[in-house]
């Protein structure tokens, strides 16, 4: 079977509301990429641009160091703690999960799902917003980069930088080159915003927090809309369903949360009730994955579903809208929770951030990865030749300029002041794996010399 009939076969499928890979518009290259399927007149293509592009994302170096990337709490916790990998396979399983249940394009969710997190730093959100500040102007500090924006930095937006300009799969051109859903799914599976501390806010309360990447191609996407497609809002809120979920279940294996924290809320009091589970406090970490959480992350997905359905017809009649351009189909939330069950899984995400998030363990943690990154910038910044040859091999080629090390020295106040030099040096720091990033700071800041 070849990937002519894989399409024929998809068209006629009966999943009325699923992305179809026939669109010109979704599977939609940045590249054009030259037709190789046969060698030695043998047919070797037999996926669909989407899978093409899940399997991209697999073979990426990005994703392989997810699993050394912290979620909530790093590697040295224990082993049965999430890690970025494991967050970011658990989402793509609840997704396929609700994209199986709505007829939805399973392919697309999956390659949405697994590049999510590819831009996610080290240290898990703290580096996230320790880089943002740093690189947006609203941190004071020896470097003189306080009052100066050169975009900021968010996760998402960083996926996309790394799956367009960092990745490499061909000698031909920059990235990944993967089709426009699978980017605009995911770059939206979360917002353009990022929580800013209020210390942090003081060099001008009315500047927005809105992140801006100039390298990044946004042809065809609305930044201030959901996905256009629904397999990117599935992801999207699986993101949420699993950040809750699984949190929740960390934060009690690490006896942050105790069983009596969590007794009176009111999503833990529904799904108990409805499905006659006791909070035995003497229950092992084990019987809570077997019985609350699991059942918990099946009625969030029966909601969300059941919802969605609800959405399509009230909407949409049940009719898949035409799809010529972005302003045709989805510019609203149609995957989403009920009423009711947002608001309680809203109030159960900040007891848990508070329990979790604001806990002695994971400030102590935060406050390291904090200092680290922030010693890490402040070494590359001002001696730009501690980075390594390929990165600064990067920044050159950008400029049309062969790499030289003996030139370096000679314009370091220039690259200081080139926004492009500070992207470069926030793609780097945000890149490293936990252990690579602490590694890097011995290296910088520690004596060998015993």
Known sequence: MNLED?????????????????????????????????????????????????????????FRRLMHKTQIFNANKGDHYRNRLTHTLEVSQIARSISKNLGLNEELTEAIALGHDLGHTPFGHIGERTLHLLISGKIEDELNLNKSNHGGFKHNFQSLQIIDNIEKRTHKY??????????????????????????????????????????????????????????????????????????????????????????????????????????????????????????????????????????LKEKYNNEYPKFKNINDVFTEEVVEFSEEITKKHKELYNLITQLVIASQQVTQSDLKAEFIINKLFHGYFNHPQQLPDYILSRYYEKKGKKFNRIEIENSIENLQEDG???????????SMTDQYAAREYKKLYEPEYY
């Open 174 to 311: 920059k990235g990944l080159n993967l089709t426009l859903a699978v980017r605009e799914g995911i770059l939206k599976h979360t917002g353009s915003k990022i929580k800013i501390p209020k210390k942090n806010r003081s060099i001008d309360s009315n500047e927005k927090d809105n992140v801006e990447y100039n390298s990044l191609d946004l042809t065809d996407i609305n930044i201030d809309k959901p996905s256009f497609t629904l397999e990117g809002q599935v992801v999207a809120i699986s993101d949420e369903i699993a950040q809750c979920t699984h949190d929740l279940e960390d934060g009690i294996r690490a006896k942050i949360i105790r069983l009596s924290d969590i007794e009176d809320d009111k999503l833990v009091k529904l799904v108990c009730d409805k499905y006659k589970i006791t909070l035995n406090k003497q229950l092992e970490t084990v019987d809570i994955r077997n019985s609350l959480i699991r059942i918990m992350i099946g009625f969030l997905i029966n909601d969300v579903c059941n919802t969605t359905e609800k959405n």
């Open 420 to 430: 492009q030099f500070i992207r470069l040096i926030c793609d780097h720091i945000g």
């Open 6 to 62: 894989l399409i024929s076969i998809e068209k006629k499928s009966t999943k009325k509301f699923a992305a179809k890979s026939s669109s010109e518009l979704l599977n939609k290259r940045r590249n054009n990429e030259v037709d190789q399927r046969m060698i030695d007149d043998e047919e070797i293509e037999y996926r669909l641009p989407f899978q093409r592009d899940r399997d991209r994302i697999i073979h990426s170096r990005a």
